[in-house]
């Protein structure tokens, strides 16, 4: 594994934006500074930050809001945002390709020699099969994630707990930033 451990940070956009609402009642968080914290002192090779834009039919303003913000975080320094898009289904829309990106990025880089640890920002149980393909080849898979994901848990090398007092002083102020 070389000198320095290699990471990759893979955030799944709408679920850690949901979660944090959930758990901490907002969202406007420094993703440089919280990326950061996730690292430590091991060497960052990028972190990915996942999400679907808002379909053409979206409120103008919240569209606006969105991409800008997508803009913000692709002007972070070793950061790259990946969309999915967003499909009708019923009344309502849904997310789509966004956790298979995730995952199909995960293991090809794993299998590439890009990283030596994944660090994946998610509750979704569904990426339990890929985290087990990551940590076939030998890479070391680490989960930040809230209680709630109970799966990721049980197959993540290291659990990181997000919780209220993780992101004290990664709160964005109102008037700046994201």
Known sequence: MGDVERVCIYIDGSNFYHSLKDECGRARLDLSAFSKRL??????????????????????????????????????????????????????????????????DMITMAFRGIYDTAILVSCDGDYVKAIDAIRDTGKHVEVACFRKAYHLKQVADKVINLNKRFFDDLWLNMKTGL
């Open 39 to 104: 690292l430590g002192s091991r060497h960052l090779v990028r972190t990915y930050y996942y999400n679907a834009a808002l379909c053409e039919n979206a409120d103008k303003d919240e569209k606006r809001k969105q991409q800008r913000f997508f803009e913000t975080v692709r002007r972070l320094p070793y950061f790259d945002v990946r969309l999915g898009r967003m499909e009708p289904r019923g009344g309502t829309f849904v997310e789509k390709g966004v956790d298979v990106a995730i995952a199909v």
